[in-house]
């Protein structure tokens, strides 16, 4: 599922005034985060349950709405080597229902489940002996599972989570899988706050991983469609493969095909039974709600979930690169080019110095990449991505450009390649910087606009930095970033030995030699 924010397309008088407010802190750039950060402490209310599962609520009455993210901290990076893709196949198992959701008869759903895995691993087992494997044994094996699913799913009432949600309102119903975490997020009007608290506490007490292995082929023709059948999905996933030789960023979030074809629902519930623990989740909540019923609430429901040991973090580190990558697809398609440069994660000080470099470089009709490559005509498109593919732990930077008929991909690449070396050897001006830190507010009092957004980025920041305070303090410290930060940041990383080029030519496009260049 993709992510999707609930935006109302109504405002009351006192929610303009509220956001006049916010705008007007937009004249004084000094203390930024801080003066936003005052605004929310009335409103922001955070506790612990004795389980260790951490709570965020902000307090928003202008609507009788409220919404609901829950953050869980795992992402495919978590995903143990030959499971890719579980992580993935989790977030569609979540909305599968419940021991008490979706299901006709419990106990005999359960049975004909068991009976299913049992022959699907005996299936799996055989399947791996390869040439020496029984083919008349298989093909009994998979006439016993086809039965076996039938039957399983005989007891499933289709879509009764969301149906349940549908009927009372809900708006947003969503959820996403990154590469650092999974969210789940839908909005609800504010007196059916309750429901949430049942729902989401029981798909994540009492899962069943019904229909698994139908949902397996649903992921593995979205693979077809995303990856095998892209040009562009493609080259990212051989982009990211490149880039990291190491670390588990290189795999790709969907699953390779063949870990796809091979993961079970045991799988799945010993990868929810590692990443699920109550202390692996935080929960946002922001609309029309009051803290302390939200409390009661959370410790009715969410209490019964047992604890468990915090899943140990990725202890894989990518090792320095010491020369360039590049990868070139040839096809007859539209040309593409990906480059990025190894950079810290989202707990280095310079964090914040990579979103004032994208901002710089390709936001808004007055950035360098923009103005360089796109009004010139010579790209379609450029965009740079301060963090990709996450920022748990150290990743990339990268600039994507799309040639222009015409052009070739070398030609773009190039032209980066001049702008990057401008600001290693001339930096920024301030009024490049200005331009960025005013975006940064800009886009920050945009998210807070949203109940959603309030509760997605609060539930996060608290999991990640221990303190929702962590959205306005990283405006802070894009307020004390000064052009000397940023050129000393572009010098360390722009080298031609920390990146990694990516590209698709047309087949009839010829080589060009590509020109050193740092």
Do not use: C
Not at 77 to 94: L, R
Not at 155 to 174: A, C, D, H, M, P
Not at 260 to 280: C, V
Not at 469 to 498: G, H, M, P, W, Y
Request: net charge negative; glycine share 6%.
């Amino acid at each position: 599922m993709s992510s999707s924010a609930h935006r109302p397309v109504w405002r009351r008088a006192g929610q303009w005034l509220g956001l006049l407010a916010l705008w007007g802190a937009l004249l004084v750039p000094a203390a930024q985060g801080q003066d936003l950060r005052s605004q929310f402490e009335e409103k922001v209310t955070t506790f612990t349950l004795d389980n260790g599962l951490d709570f965020v609520v902000v307090e928003r009455h202008d609507a009788p709405v409220a919404s609901f993210a829950t953050y869980a901290d795992v992402g495919s990076v978590d995903e143990p080597e030959g499971k890719t893709g579980i992580a993935h196949m989790f977030e569609h198992m979540a909305f599968k229902g419940t021991t008490t959701i979706g299901t006709r008869d419990i106990k005999k759903e359960m049975q004909a489940l068991e009976r299913q895995e049992e022959i699907y691993l005996q299936l799996r087992r055989e399947r791996a002996k390869g040439p020496q494997a029984d083919s008349s044994r298989i093909a009994k094996l998979e006439e016993q599972f086809e039965q076996a699913t039938k039957n399983a799913e005989s007891y499933i009432q289709e879509g009764e989570f969301e149906n349940i949600l549908e009927r009372n309102g809900v708006s947003g119903l969503n959820a996403s899988t990154s590469s650092d975490a999974t969210r789940y997020f839908y909005s609800l009007p504010a007196n059916k706050a309750e429901l949430f608290f049942a729902l989401e506490s029981d798909r994540f007490a009492n899962p069943v991983l019904r229909e698994f292995y139908t949902e397996r082929d649903v992921v593995m023709e979205e693979r077809r469609q995303r990856t095998e059948s892209s040009p562009t999905g493609r080259l990212v996933e051989e982009f990211l493969t490149t880039a990291f030789k190491a670390h588990p960023y290189g795999n790709p979030t969907i699953g390779h095909m063949s870990d796809l074809q091979n993961l079970s629902r045991t799988d799945a519930r010993q990868f929810f039974e590692k990443h699920y623990s109550p202390s692996n989740l935080t929960i946002g909540i922001a609309g029309d709600v009051d803290p302390e019923r939200m409390k009661s609430l959370a410790e009715e429901y969410f209490g019964r979930l047992s604890g468990g040991e915090d899943p140990l973090p990725v202890r894989t580190e990518e090792p320095e690169q010491i020369s360039e990558r590049r990868v070139v697809i040839r096809e007859q398609t539209q040309p593409f080019v990906l480059i990025g440069y190894h950079r810290g994660s989202i707990q280095s000080e310079d964090a914040p110095v990579y979103d004032v470099l994208s901002d710089v470089l390709t936001e808004g009709r007055t950035s360098r990449l923009y103005e360089r490559l796109v009004k010139q005509e010579k790209a379609l498109q450029v965009q740079a991505l301060p963090a990709f593919p996450g920022s748990k732990y150290d990743t990339l930077f990268g600039v994507i450009g799309v040639p222009n008929r015409g052009v070739s991909p070398d030609s773009v690449e190039h032209m980066i390649y001049d702008e990057l070396e401008a600001i290693k050897e001339e930096g920024i001006t301030e009024e490049e910087l200005e331009r960025a830190k005013t975006r940064a507010r800009s886009s920050l009092i945009g998210q807070l606009d949203s109940n959603q957004g309030l509760a997605l980025q609060f539930a996060q920041m608290e999991e990640l930095k221990g303190d929702w305070r962590s959205v306005f303090r990283k405006l802070d410290a894009i307020e004390s970033i000064t052009v000397n930060d940023v050129q000393r940041v572009a010098q360390s990383t722009f080298e031609r030995s920390n990146r990694t080029v990516a590209m698709i030519k047309t087949t009839d496009d010829e080589e060009q030699p590509t020109a050193a260049a740092n």
